[in-house]
């Protein structure tokens, strides 16, 4: 079946600098997507999301960037904070799906001080 | 905020012993709750979708058997792995759709370890 989020396992950067967690997605139906931060133990914590009538959206130190045209996903940490290590996983929701999230494979983030 | 309260949060049982996980809505009525399992250093995987009042909907290659679900009320509803064996041993989380941040409400998660 169609899968979600292909991309790097995981990622290290240095406290202060900005992070980049990609994700793939191969479903062209899905026309709304999210990212969620998981700490271990616990469940997904929303973090920023995007419509697929949008290519970029802003939160606070997050930006996610979608790219329809090569089904690709990205999430920009600003500043990223020792808090910030976790878990990212992207996730998408298919037209007529019946609000059924499919996640991706999830990228582990690792912030070194 | 919306909040779905899972519990156990955590739990340990013995290999062909049955366990219960329940996922309740607070301040809000759940027609719908996802039920998602996932693996060590893996992605949510979902498993089913139970539906208040009627029959939940299984996924591919997941026994409905084995993992009874009941959504008898529009707050509640639970995850059962009956006969668990080692390879149950996962972390199991349940979402509700249409409220919280991006219109889901995640619970807590169960971690169930079968020995």
């Known amino acids: 079946g169609e899968s979600v989020g292909l991309h790097l396992p995981t990622l290290s950067v240095q406290e202060g600098d900005n992070s980049i967690i990609n994700c793939a997605y191969s479903n062209s139906a899905s026309d709304y997507f999210i990212w969620y931060k998981q700490e271990s133990g616990k469940g997904p914590q929303f973090i920023i999301d995007i419509r697929s009538n949008m290519d970029k959206r802003q939160g606070q130190r997050v930006t996610v960037l979608l790219n329809k045209t090569v089904k690709h996903l990205s999430l920009q940490i600003a500043a990223t904070q020792p808090g910030d290590s976790a878990v990212y996983f992207c996730?998408?929701?298919?037209?007529?799906?019946?609000?059924?999230?499919?996640f991706g494979s999830g990228t582990q983030l690792t912030v070194l001080p | 905020g919306a909040v779905v309260s899972q519990h156990p949060s955590r739990v340990i049982c013995k290999s062909g012993t049955s366990v219960k996980i329940e996922c309740r809505s607070l301040?809000?009525?759940?027609?719908?709750m996802f039920w998602y399992r996932q693996f060590p250093k893996q992605s949510l995987m979902l498993m089913a979708t139970?539906?208040?009042?009627?029959?939940?909907?299984?996924e591919q290659g997941v026994e409905k058997d084995k993992f009874l679900i009941n959504h008898a009320s529009l707050t509640l509803s639970t995850l059962t792995v009956t006969s668990a064996h080692p390879e149950d041993s996962s972390f199991y989380i349940c979402?509700?759709?249409?409220?919280?941040?991006?219109?889901?409400?995640f619970g807590s998660g169960t971690r169930l370890t079968v020995v």
């Open positions: 139970s539906n208040e009042g009627s029959k939940a909907t299984y």
């Open positions: 301040d809000f009525q759940a027609t719908t």
């Open positions: 996730a998408e929701n298919t037209r007529g799906s019946a609000r059924q999230l499919t």
């Open positions: 979402s509700a759709p249409g409220q919280g941040a991006a219109g889901y409400t």
